[in-house]
């Protein structure tokens, strides 16, 4: 039987384990990247989680890992959409083991993590959507927007 729980510090490295599985599935990163990725992502995890900005949720089937997201809340300037906010929930981490797809875990995990934003008083809620998961957060709400990326090419 399906069941959600909140995610704890004890599940840090499954979390790191889902989002480079959701990068790699995506097409973001070599498994080096991905790897080194996860090393310095599971103490921001952890960190996070402590401080109560990070939430997440695990669901099981009858013990077996079947899907995980997390909701994290960003320090934001306010601004038109919100014009007295000083911060916004952002949605991470979302990953459904492909053998629990089309069940609606997304759906509901989505779901999860939107009254989260809401019980801390959120009126923006953001998150970066792959192909496959774009229809799930449009039925949900969600909509695009304008934003977009610079990424500094040069190494340390």
């Not at 939430?55 to 014009?83: M, N, R, T, Y």
């Not at 007295?84 to 875990?105: I, K, Q, S």
Request: without cysteine; charged residues 25%; glycine residues 8%.
């Amino acid at each position: 039987m399906l069941e959600t729980r909140l995610a704890t510090l004890a599940d840090a490295a499954l979390i790191t384990a889902h989002r480079q599985a959701m990068f790699a599935e995506v097409g973001l990163g070599t498994p080096e990247t991905l790897e080194l990725m996860g090393r310095h992502f599971t103490p921001w995890l952890e960190r996070m989680m402590a401080a109560g900005r990070y939430v997440g949720w695990i669901a099981e089937d009858d013990g077996v890992v079947a899907a995980s997201a997390g909701f994290f809340e960003l320090d934001w300037p306010p601004h038109p959409f919100d014009p007295a906010a000083t911060g916004r929930g952002y949605l991470l981490n979302f990953w459904v083991e492909p053998v629990y797809r089309e069940r609606g875990l997304a759906r509901m995990l989505v779901r999860e993590a939107v009254a989260e934003s809401r019980r801390r008083g959120l009126r923006v809620t953001t998150l970066h959507a792959s192909a496959a998961g774009r229809p799930v957060y449009e039925k949900e709400g969600f909509r695009s927007s304008s934003e977009m990326i610079f990424m500094d090419g040069r190494t340390s």
